[in-house]
């Protein structure tokens, strides 16, 4: 059972790197983009961070059910 809950996490681990690259992609593109205005880029930076923190915590709730 141990070893299907490291290969969980693992995978785990994995999609959130997948997903906190994308949102770095993104936040790279919306640096580039001037079109949108100063509110525009504050809120979608402040989503990328929510997401980043959630998925930090996601992965940190799931390494401690394994330790």
Do not use: D, M, Y
Request: aromatic fraction near 0%; hydrophobic fraction near 40%; charged fraction near 45%.
């Amino acid at each position: 059972a141990s070893r299907e809950a490291k290969k969980q996490v693992e995978k785990a681990l994995e999609e959130a790197n997948c997903k906190l690259a994308a949102l770095e992609k993104l936040n790279q593109e919306l640096e580039e983009s001037k079109k949108l205005t100063e509110k525009e880029k504050a809120e979608l930076q402040a989503k990328l961070e929510a997401e980043a923190k959630a998925l930090k915590e996601q992965l940190a709730k799931e390494a401690e059910e394994l330790a």
